[in-house]
Nanobody, 114 residues
Framework: QVQLVEFGGGLVQPGGSLRLSCAAS???????MGWYRQAPEKERELVAR???????NYADSVKGRFTISRDNANNTAYLQMNSLKPEDTAVYYC?????????WGQGTQVTVSS
């Protein structure tokens, strides 16, 4: 059974930083991973993703501020979020892409507010 567990959300002031972690278990091999986010009354949007080979992609809104990385030995992905803005407030969902479907984490709330 594939499971993803997320850590690291919370409340931070504008300009602050947070680091999200996403640990995958029950899946074989190194698979693409990433994060989407969903703010109230908005559609879910891709934030960042990393391929099995380490290639990364980012939403334009987070380029230069967020960095995605991975630890293949532990099947864990990380999202370092710096210079956070109020518009980054959302529930962040990590995923891992398997051959036939994506598996999702439980989501973690990130709130950027003074």
């Amino acid at each position: 059974q594939v499971q993803l567990v997320e850590f690291g959300g919370g409340l931070v002031q504008p300009g602050g930083s947070l680091r999200l972690s996403c640990a995958a278990s029950g899946i074989f091999g190194i698979r693409p991973m990433g994060w989407y986010r969903q703010a109230p009354e908005k559609e879910r949007e891709l934030v960042a993703r990393i391929t099995s080979g380490g290639t990364t992609n980012y939403a334009d809104s987070v380029k230069g501020r967020f960095t995605i990385s991975r630890d293949n030995a532990n099947n864990t992905a990380y999202l370092q979020m710096n210079s956070l803005k109020p518009e980054d407030t959302a529930v962040y969902y990590c995923y891992i892409a398997n051959t036939f479907q994506n598996y999702w984490g439980q989501g973690t709330q990130v709130t950027v507010s003074s």
